[in-house]
């Protein structure tokens, strides 16, 4: 989960696309395939869906073509947000005055 919460979807070329890549397809007949590529050709992109399916794609029928790339952003605020409602739920505020002695001040 916290993996696809921290990408995003970036346009691009095909040129630009290499071995490892995972891409989004809008092909002109109107599909679109999530893959991770295998094999960035000059003429076709070939890779393997989630599910285990081969893929191959004709450069001349990408409509859009975009790139699954790590976010940091996301991924900053994602795990900020985490730390602060971890920090709230674990005590009744700020103030761990009523904490037992020894605790980490998560009570």
């Known amino acids: 989960m916290l993996l696809t919460a921290c990408t995003t979807l970036r346009p691009t070329q095909a040129s630009l696309i290499r071995e490892g890549?995972?891409?989004?397809?809008?092909t002109t007949s109107g599909a679109t395939?999530?893959?991770?590529?295998?094999?960035?050709?000059?003429?076709?992109?070939?890779?393997?869906?989630?599910?285990?399916?081969?893929?191959?794609?004709?450069?001349?029928?990408?409509?859009?073509l975009e790139r699954r790339e790590f976010a940091v952003g996301k991924t900053l605020g994602l795990s900020l947000g985490a730390l602060v409602l971890l920090g709230v739920?674990?005590?009744d505020g700020w103030d761990n005055d009523d904490c037992p002695p020894g605790s980490i001040g998560l009570c």
């Open 89 to 91: 739920a674990g005590s």
């Open 33 to 64: 395939l999530a893959f991770r590529v295998d094999s960035a050709g000059a003429q076709v992109l070939e890779g393997q869906t989630a599910r285990g399916e081969r893929v191959t794609v004709d450069h001349a029928s990408i409509s859009r």
């Open 21 to 26: 890549d995972r891409v989004e397809v809008l």
